[in-house]
Nanobody, 126 residues
Framework: QVQLVESGGGSVQAGGSLRLSCVAS????????LGWFRQAPGKEREGVAS????????DYAASVRGRFSVSRDNAKMTSYLQMNNLQPEDAATYYC???????????????????WGPGTQVTVSS
């Protein structure tokens, strides 16, 4: 079993940047797809990015492509989400979650992921 903890959230002005971290415990982390998701108040949780176990494949939601970058360091059991040019619509609680072994499914569907972290909040002011 794996446990995840996100950090790095905070308050920024539009156009600013944040880097979120997701630290895992449990030896299975390095063998699994890792996904990042977000949920704004009153909205459904949506996929942001995913990264395969060896970092060979990355996927992004259209709304963040070109601004966000996902990475992982399996030796440190950590994934990162670099978020640049943040906009008010990016404000949400951000979560990481473990997906299937090795490769990530297409579509960033929450149903394909389990072992969710508690989340870290991102606020963006205009």
């Amino acid at each position: 079993q794996v446990q995840l903890v996100e950090s790095g959230g905070g308050s920024v002005q539009a156009g600013g940047s944040l880097r979120l971290s997701c630290v895992a415990s449990g030896s299975t982390f390095r063998s699994y797809c890792l996904g990042w998701f977000r949920q704004a108040p009153g909205k459904e949780r949506e996929g942001v990015a995913s990264i395969s176990s060896t970092s060979g494949t990355k996927d992004y939601a259209a709304s963040v492509r070109g601004r966000f970058s996902v990475s992982r360091d399996n030796a440190k059991m950590t994934s990162y989400l670099q978020m640049n040019n943040l906009q008010p619509e990016d404000a949400a609680t951000y979560y990481c979650a473990v997906g299937p072994a090795f490769r990530c499914p297409a579509g960033l569907d929450t149903r394909d992921f389990g072992y969710w972290g508690p989340g870290t909040q991102v606020t963006v002011s205009s």
